[in-house]
């Protein structure tokens, strides 16, 4: 027998699965007005999806499904075995940021608000930031990007993972959207291509299915199965719905770990800040309330060590690495002024005009570190008969844009559109024709943007003078040469503009 929870709107259960850049954990968020009641018949029941993953670009699914007027009638299963989701835990904004935080772009941000999510961001701690200083250890690149440059108000807004966990299922509170959520794991799936007669009955429905060809049948670890018109794989890097239906994958390991963490400062830090080391780029991304998050790309070895430092040690390593360690700071004339930019600075943006500043202080160590394993992964198909998979089953990107969870975001918002397109003229929302609508229009922007930071990541893989030098006058020509950057804002806005002249 399935071990399923219907849960009926309004509610606040919140579910998660396995870190990534869309999976990272999540809590339960009770609300005085949630039912739960454990359904003990649930063996055969059919859905219109099920959603194999319930971390944060499952939720977006699951949200955007819920608002939009084609799709929320749609009956929906949510399978996690995250313990997550049957805790009662809530957010309290007196506690240290978790160190599990995304950098949403404002076209993350737009989806969101477009769905009704985002005011329960705002509700909760959240950093806008409006600039981000780009340097590197030889003192030779510099670049500054801000907001008004291209005439908006903030370039992104760091939050936790839980706030936006939280958020995309508080959206749902006053729908009459109706989801099943099946505490279990997936272990195998099959689309039937028999014809034999099968009945199963809808949580909002009872219908006759003569017509097996019409399902995917899912079963779970606990025993229990279900039938759906379409499985959604949104179960992270690791994706045993992507396995299941035969999807290859194409990528590589880096000979990089990352490690993440939350520092205070004792002043609010309101920029973004990446400098590129010999080993990889460390970032300080402002979290609100004088707090910032760490990511600090090294080697295997690297990480290991300074993931077993004393604390004290551990600041001095990250002040070091983002002042004087490795190299000077740039000086912000070296290329721009009597050199060979410098006819293009009457027409440059007023960063190009700022000189380089240090970043705040760290003074405090405020969470645990966490280590992980960098990888660039992509599936060859996103989608098949009755299947498709969203964000990190489908691409896996090296963490150093924190453009991952914004990928899976723009994976999920795009699929339920075209979910919503298929009922709109009555086709079956399994299809494999109307699926590949989505693939078609997520693939290309997905591939793009894994070149792009897989590029980063190999030109800064390197040291050597000549290769220096050329970077130096990459980082400079996207100083100063104003169309330039403005498209390198547009593109990494999510805007969907290549990083060339506009």
Same mark, same amino acid.
């Given at each position: 027998?399935?071990?399923?929870?219907?849960?009926?709107?309004?509610?606040?259960?919140?579910?998660?699965?396995?870190?990534?850049?869309?999976?990272?954990?999540?809590?339960?968020?009770?609300?005085?007005?949630?039912?739960?009641?454990?359904?003990?018949?649930?063996?055969?029941?059919?859905?219109?999806?099920?959603?194999?993953?319930?971390?944060?670009?499952?939720?977006?699914?699951?949200?955007?499904?819920?608002?939009?007027?084609?799709?929320?009638?749609?009956?929906?299963?949510?399978?996690?075995?995250?313990?997550?989701?049957?805790?009662?835990?809530?957010?309290?904004?007196?506690?240290?940021?978790?160190?599990?935080?995304?950098?949403?772009?404002?076209?993350?941000?737009?989806?969101?608000?477009?769905?009704?999510?985002?005011?329960?961001?705002?509700?909760?701690?959240?950093?806008?930031?409006?600039?981000?200083?780009?340097?590197?250890?030889?003192?030779?690149?510099?670049?500054?990007?801000?907001?008004?440059?291209?005439?908006?108000?903030?370039?992104?807004?760091?939050?936790?993972?839980?706030?936006?966990?939280?958020?995309?299922?508080?959206?749902?509170?006053?729908?009459?959207?109706?989801?099943?959520?099946?505490?279990?794991?997936?272990?195998?799936?099959?689309?039937?291509?028999?014809?034999?007669?099968?009945?199963?009955?809808?949580?909002?429905?009872?219908?006759?299915?003569?017509?097996?060809?019409?399902?995917?049948?899912?079963?779970?670890?606990?025993?229990?199965?279900?039938?759906?018109?379409?499985?959604?794989?949104?179960?992270?890097?690791?994706?045993?719905?992507?396995?299941?239906?035969?999807?290859?994958?194409?990528?590589?390991?880096?000979?990089?770990?990352?490690?993440?963490?939350?520092?205070?400062?004792?002043?609010?830090?309101?920029?973004?800040?990446?400098?590129?080391?010999?080993?990889?780029?460390?970032?300080?991304?402002?979290?609100?309330?004088?707090?910032?998050?760490?990511?600090?790309?090294?080697?295997?070895?690297?990480?290991?060590?300074?993931?077993?430092?004393?604390?004290?040690?551990?600041?001095?390593?990250?002040?070091?690495?983002?002042?004087?360690?490795?190299?000077?700071?740039?000086?912000?004339?070296?290329?721009?002024?009597?050199?060979?930019?410098?006819? *293009? %600075? =009457?027409? /440059?943006?007023?960063? !190009?005009?700022?000189?380089?500043?240090?970043?705040?202080?760290?003074?405090?160590? @405020? +969470?645990?570190?966490?280590?992980?394993?960098?990888?660039?992964?992509?599936?060859?198909?996103?989608?098949?008969?009755?299947?498709?998979?969203?964000?990190?089953?489908?691409?896996?990107?090296?963490?150093?844009?924190?453009?991952?969870?914004?990928?899976?975001?723009?994976?999920?918002?795009?699929?339920?559109?075209?979910?919503?397109?298929?009922?709109?003229?009555?086709?079956?929302?399994?299809?494999?024709?109307?699926?590949?609508?989505?693939?078609?229009?997520?693939?290309?922007?997905?591939?793009?943007?894994?070149?792009?930071?897989?590029?980063?990541?190999?030109?800064?893989?390197?040291?050597?003078?000549?290769?220096?030098? *050329? %970077? =130096?006058? /990459?980082?400079?020509? !996207?100083?100063?040469?104003?169309?330039?950057?403005?498209?390198?804002?547009?593109? @990494? +806005?999510?805007?969907?503009?290549?990083?060339?002249?506009?």
């Amino acid at each position: 027998m399935g071990n399923a929870y219907a849960l009926r709107i309004p509610r606040k259960a919140f579910s998660s699965q396995a870190p990534g850049n869309d999976a990272s954990l999540v809590p339960n968020y009770p609300s005085h007005e949630h039912e739960v009641k454990q359904s003990l018949k649930n063996d055969g029941q059919l859905y219109d999806v099920a959603i194999v993953g319930g971390g944060m670009v499952g939720m977006a699914l699951a949200c955007s499904l819920a608002r939009m007027p084609l799709t929320k009638q749609l009956n929906v299963a949510i399978i996690d075995s995250n313990p997550a989701l049957q805790n009662k835990l809530i957010i309290k904004k007196e506690d240290p940021p978790d160190p599990r935080v995304s950098t949403v772009t404002p076209a993350t941000i737009s989806l969101f608000k477009d769905v009704g999510a985002w005011e329960y961001v705002l509700q909760n701690r959240h950093a806008f930031f409006d600039k981000m200083q780009v340097w590197d250890y030889t003192g030779l690149g510099y670049t500054r990007y801000e907001a008004r440059d291209i005439n908006k108000e903030a370039l992104g807004c760091v939050v936790e993972n839980k706030v936006l966990h939280y958020a995309l299922l508080s959206c749902m509170q006053n729908t009459e959207f109706q989801k099943t959520i099946y505490s279990s794991r997936l272990t195998s799936m099959a689309v039937h291509c028999s014809s034999s007669s099968t009945r199963a009955n809808s949580t909002s429905s009872t219908t006759t299915l003569h017509n097996q060809g019409n399902l995917a049948k899912l079963d779970l670890s606990d025993g229990g199965s279900l039938y759906a018109k379409l499985v959604v794989g949104s179960d992270g890097g690791k994706s045993r719905v992507r396995e299941l239906a035969g999807f290859k994958t194409t990528g590589w390991s880096y000979p990089q770990n990352a490690i993440i963490c939350t520092v205070e400062h004792t002043v609010e830090n309101q920029c973004a800040w990446q400098r590129f080391l010999p080993a990889g780029p460390i970032a300080l991304l402002p979290i609100g309330d004088k707090f910032s998050n760490i990511v600090w790309t090294m080697s295997p070895k690297e990480a290991s060590d300074c993931n077993s430092m004393k604390e004290d040690d551990f600041i001095k390593a990250v002040n070091h690495a983002l002042d004087y360690g490795y190299g000077p700071h740039p000086k912000s004339s070296l290329l721009g002024s009597g050199g060979i930019f410098s006819w *293009l %600075r =009457a027409d /440059a943006t007023s960063s !190009a005009k700022e000189s380089f500043e240090v970043p705040p202080k760290v003074v405090k160590l @405020a +969470s645990a570190r966490m280590l992980f394993p960098l990888s660039l992964r992509h599936a060859n198909d996103y989608a098949s008969k009755r299947v498709a998979i969203i964000g990190d089953a489908a691409h896996t990107v090296h963490p150093l844009a924190g453009q991952g969870v914004n990928l899976g975001f723009e994976d999920a918002f795009a699929l339920s559109k075209v979910i919503a397109e298929g009922i709109a003229v009555g086709t079956d929302i399994g299809e494999v024709s109307l699926l590949k609508k989505y693939e078609a229009e997520r693939k290309p922007a997905n591939i793009m943007m894994m070149a792009v930071l897989d590029g980063f990541q190999k030109a800064y893989s390197v040291d050597f003078g000549p290769l220096n030098i *050329l %970077r =130096a006058a /990459a980082f400079n020509g !996207a100083h100063y040469i104003s169309p330039l950057k403005r498209s390198i804002i547009s593109y @990494a +806005s999510g805007e969907q503009k290549l990083p060339l002249f506009s």
